[in-house]
Each structure stands twice: as C-alpha cells, then as structure tokens.
C-alpha cells in the first residue's frame, strides 16, 4: 500500500469514527430527554391521582 492509500483509509477511519461519536452523542441525549419526559409523566399520573381521591372524598361526604 502506498501513503496516498494509507492516507484515505485513515480519513475514512476518523469520518467514520466522528459519525458514529454524533450519533452516541444524540441517543445520550435523546434517552437524557426521555427519562425527564417519563419523570414529568409519572409526576402527572401521580398528581391525576390524588385529585381523584379527593374527589372520591368529596363523593363519599356528599352520600
């Protein structure tokens, strides 16, 4: 192999390399961003579910 050959094949290497850094990259943050997305839903579900025991209470009064 010549230098010239050498030389592609180790550009391809670290293009190839800094693609695949980005991707690792974006699914850190993509999981970063579901996680919070999935803590902000559990704290709705557990909001959701006080407000229906209290309506429950309220129901139970009001009989």
Do not use: Y
């Amino acid at each position: 192999m010549d230098i010239d050959t050498l030389r592609s094949e180790l550009d391809t290497e670290k293009e190839l390399r800094a693609k695949a850094e980005a991707e690792v990259l974006r699914l850190e943050a993509d999981i970063v961003f579901t996680r919070k997305d999935g803590e902000a839903n559990v704290k709705e579900i557990e909001k959701l579910k006080r407000e229906v025991c209290s309506e429950k209470e309220t129901v139970s009064a009001l009989q």
